[in-house]
């Protein structure tokens, strides 16, 4: 059958069984949207391409689906760069289809043209310059195997504008139903090696003070639920790093929490004493281990990973082993089930665990009258008035930290936020990518004023396209996280992180764009705010909390430091001499 080359992308995505994608038509893409009006795809209309790339990344995170996005070429390109470097950092699933000038035209400088597969190969898995329109739906199809399968993350197809334009000879092709991967190169191995797994156990079985280090790739290889049973079969305790909160459940008595910079002081110490770190879909970052020559000097190391590039890319582990993170863990506990969790002796590690536990809980000075909201306040208040499986999307910064911190993680995929990047902006694009993947849910974004004034045009995307987030505004005045630091290293010297008291109002931007907005100075109004916020079901929601510019994220291991000098709150301080 012949077809043009604008139709075979679309045929193609839907083969794929894209349902939805993110985008915002230009010149070099243009053949291709007019199929979309035919298409059972629903394109959602962004109001700048990053917002695209964010909102493919919130979709991404909270189904577990690819997210696709399609912009045109030059500036469109350059702007979706950051959501392809974040999604390549945090290994997440998305499909970016770029408009490029005709294949004549490249390289001649021409209108909106840039070296799209130049800029973007080092921050994606894989990227494509398709050249003629039978290549189309082979590359597509091999986009979607690559961004989906192995570590998951990112792939770029940059798409000449020749060919796909059905007035140029060049756009026509001969569809075909049955087509298939050529990718030689390209070899995924979910297995496991049955003799890392049976060392591995071995090192679980005599390990006096094990910990369970758990990264974002549990949540990749849908392996919560295996999770579960490991430790539950050890009573190994868990620690879940930001880019796996959820993948262990807050409520179980052997979740430690979040570890880190800003993780709570038992997560972060009970690593650092560990003798054996069961690391899985974790990588050893730098704002995980501190000063890496100081980290958990006495652990032993398991650590599993899908991508074997990262086996030994930080730290040595004394039993590496390369495959998919449910496929090893449930080899585990076929061992361990058969051969039982070892007899050695744990009392006194769970003993140290639950006095830190109860000398360090995760505190904060409450308002007195006259001050600001605490964000901790507004946190703990946001969760207990939502259900369960709230989605909750963060920006970066602080807020990010508090949400984290503070917040009960439960279930899997709720938990949506920058990671690796650090991208400020990202919240509002992913709630409502996560919003559009799962309808039925409540989605929660908790922003900063930092991060709301980059991004929070898109709330005229939600509010157009009937996508009713909801959202949290910790309203400092202040580049929150920026300031902290100046505040404890640079002797409290405000260098350009003061935003303004009053500008802009966000309550009347917010509804100016369609949202129903509020704006809350006391704790008293807090609960009545949110509330009235999850009742409200028809357009999007802006609460501007008004939050205390002084406060400051604990625990904290500064930048440099060892993690056995972890900063805890004035009021632990005694404590910890």
Same mark, same amino acid.
């Given at each position: 059958?012949?077809?043009?080359?604008?139709?075979?992308?679309?045929?193609?995505?839907?083969?794929?069984?894209?349902?939805?994608?993110?985008?915002?038509?230009?010149?070099?893409?243009?053949?291709?949207?007019?199929?979309?009006?035919?298409? +059972?795809?629903?394109?959602?209309?962004?109001?700048?391409?990053?917002?695209?790339?964010?909102?493919?990344?919130?979709?991404?995170?909270?189904?577990?689906?690819?997210?696709?996005?399609?912009?045109?070429?030059?500036? @469109?390109?350059?702007?979706?760069?950051?959501?392809?470097?974040?999604?390549?950092?945090?290994?997440?699933?998305?499909?970016?289809?770029?408009?490029?000038?005709?294949?004549?035209?490249?390289?001649?400088?021409?209108?909106?043209?840039?070296?799209?597969?130049?800029?973007?190969?080092?921050?994606?898995?894989? %990227?494509?310059?398709?050249?003629?329109?039978?290549?189309? #739906?082979?590359?597509?199809?091999?986009?979607?195997?690559?961004? $989906?399968?192995?570590?998951?993350?990112? &792939?770029?197809?940059?798409?000449?504008?020749?060919?796909?334009?059905?007035?140029?000879?060049?756009?026509?092709?001969?569809?075909?139903?049955?087509?298939?991967?050529?990718? #030689?190169?390209?070899?995924?191995?979910?297995?496991?090696? #049955?003799?890392?797994?049976?060392?591995?156990?071995?090192?679980?079985? %005599?390990?006096?003070?094990?910990?369970?280090?758990?990264?974002?790739?549990?949540?990749?290889?849908?392996?919560?639920?295996?999770?579960?049973?490991?430790?539950?079969?050890?009573?190994?305790? &868990?620690?879940?790093?930001?880019?796996?909160?959820?993948?262990?459940?807050?409520?179980?008595?052997?979740?430690?929490?979040?570890?880190?910079?800003?993780?709570?002081?038992?997560?972060?110490?009970?690593?650092?004493?560990?003798?054996?770190?069961?690391?899985?879909?974790?990588?050893?970052?730098?704002?995980?281990?501190?000063?890496?020559?100081?980290?958990?000097?006495?652990?032993?190391?398991?650590? &599993?990973?899908?991508?074997? @590039?990262?086996?030994? +890319?930080?730290?040595?582990?004394?039993?590496?082993?390369?495959?998919?993170?449910?496929?090893?863990?449930?080899?585990?506990?076929?061992?361990?089930?058969?051969?039982?969790?070892?007899?050695?002796?744990?009392?006194?590690? +769970?003993?140290?665990?639950?006095?830190?536990?109860?000398?360090?809980?995760?505190?904060?000075?409450?308002?007195?009258?006259?001050?600001?909201?605490? #964000?901790?306040?507004?946190?703990?208040?946001?969760?207990?008035?939502?259900?369960?499986?709230?989605?909750?999307?963060?920006?970066?910064?602080?807020?990010?930290?508090?949400?984290?911190?503070?917040?009960?993680? %439960?279930?899997?995929?709720?938990?949506? %936020?920058?990671?690796?990047?650090? $991208?400020?902006?990202?919240?509002?694009?992913?709630?409502?990518?996560?919003?559009?993947?799962?309808?039925?849910?409540?989605?929660?974004?908790?922003?900063?004023?930092?991060?709301?004034?980059?991004?929070?045009?898109?709330?005229?995307?939600?509010?157009?396209?009937?996508?009713?987030?909801?959202?949290?505004?910790?309203?400092?005045?202040?580049?929150?996280? &920026?300031?902290?630091?100046?505040?404890?290293?640079?002797?409290?010297?405000?260098?350009?992180?003061?935003?303004?008291?009053?500008?802009?109002?966000?309550?009347?931007?917010?509804?100016?764009?369609?949202?129903?907005?509020?704006?809350?100075?006391?704790?008293?109004?807090?609960?009545?705010?949110?509330?009235? @916020?999850?009742?409200?079901?028809?357009?999007?929601?802006?609460?501007?909390?008004?939050?205390?510019?002084?406060?400051?994220?604990?625990?904290?291991?500064?930048?440099?430091?060892?993690?056995?000098?972890?900063?805890?709150?004035?009021?632990?301080?005694?404590?910890?001499?």
């Amino acid at each position: 059958m012949k077809t043009d080359g604008g139709q075979a992308l679309i045929r193609s995505l839907e083969r794929e069984g894209v349902e939805v994608m993110f985008g915002l038509p230009g010149g070099a893409i243009l053949p291709v949207y007019d199929p979309i009006i035919d298409s +059972k795809i629903r394109h959602i209309l962004v109001r700048h391409e990053q917002g695209a790339g964010h909102m493919a990344e919130g979709y991404a995170q909270a189904t577990g689906k690819p997210g696709v996005a399609m912009v045109t070429s030059g500036p @469109a390109a350059t702007n979706i760069v950051t959501p392809l470097c974040d999604a390549y950092l945090d290994s997440i699933p998305m499909v970016v289809i770029t408009g490029q000038v005709p294949t004549a035209a490249i390289g001649t400088d021409a209108f909106q043209e840039c070296d799209t597969t130049g800029i973007t190969a080092s921050i994606t898995k894989h %990227n494509f310059l398709v050249t003629e329109a039978q290549d189309i #739906p082979q590359v597509i199809k091999e986009a979607f195997h690559i961004a $989906t399968t192995g570590r998951p993350g990112p &792939v770029l197809v940059d798409i000449p504008k020749d060919i796909v334009d059905p007035t140029n000879p060049r756009s026509s092709l001969e569809w075909e139903d049955n087509v298939e991967i050529d990718l #030689p190169g390209y070899k995924v191995d979910t297995s496991v090696d #049955p003799e890392a797994i049976q060392k591995a156990v071995e090192l679980i079985q %005599n390990a006096e003070r094990p910990i369970l280090y758990i990264g974002g790739g549990i949540l990749k290889s849908r392996a919560a639920e295996s999770l579960l049973e490991l430790a539950e079969l050890t009573g190994i305790h &868990v620690v879940t790093t930001l880019m796996a909160r959820g993948a262990f459940p807050d409520s179980h008595e052997l979740c430690l929490g979040m570890p880190g910079m800003h993780g709570n002081f038992t997560a972060v110490t009970a690593m650092q004493e560990s003798d054996l770190l069961i690391t899985l879909g974790a990588r050893f970052d730098d704002r995980v281990t501190g000063k890496l020559d100081e980290f958990a000097v006495s652990a032993k190391i398991i650590h &599993v990973d899908i991508d074997p @590039a990262e086996l030994g +890319k930080v730290r040595r582990p004394d039993v590496p082993v390369q495959g998919d993170c449910r496929t090893a863990i449930e080899a585990m506990v076929s061992v361990l089930r058969d051969f039982g969790s070892g007899n050695t002796d744990r009392t006194a590690w +769970k003993s140290r665990i639950s006095g830190w536990q109860e000398r360090f809980p995760l505190v904060y000075e409450p308002s007195t009258p006259g001050q600001a909201l605490k #964000p901790q306040f507004v946190i703990e208040k946001l969760r207990d008035a939502t259900p369960a499986d709230t989605i909750v999307a963060s920006g970066v910064g602080q807020h990010q930290m508090w949400a984290s911190q503070y917040w009960t993680f %439960n279930h899997p995929y709720t938990w949506i %936020n920058s990671g690796g990047l650090g $991208t400020m902006g990202f919240s509002i694009p992913a709630a409502i990518g996560a919003k559009v993947g799962c309808p039925e849910k409540m989605v929660w974004a908790v922003d900063g004023d930092g991060c709301f004034q980059m991004t929070a045009q898109e709330l005229v995307t939600a509010r157009v396209e009937n996508i009713p987030i909801k959202v949290a505004l910790l309203n400092n005045s202040y580049l929150g996280m &920026v300031r902290q630091w100046q505040d404890m290293f640079y002797e409290e010297r405000h260098s350009e992180v003061f935003l303004s008291k009053e500008i802009p109002d966000y309550k009347g931007w917010a509804e100016s764009m369609g949202c129903f907005a509020m704006r809350v100075d006391d704790p008293d109004e807090v609960e009545e705010a949110i509330a009235q @916020a999850n009742e409200i079901e028809d357009r999007p929601v802006v609460i501007d909390f008004r939050t205390a510019a002084e406060e400051k994220v604990y625990p904290m291991v500064a930048s440099g430091t060892g993690n056995s000098d972890v900063i805890v709150p004035p009021s632990q301080e005694k404590e910890i001499r």
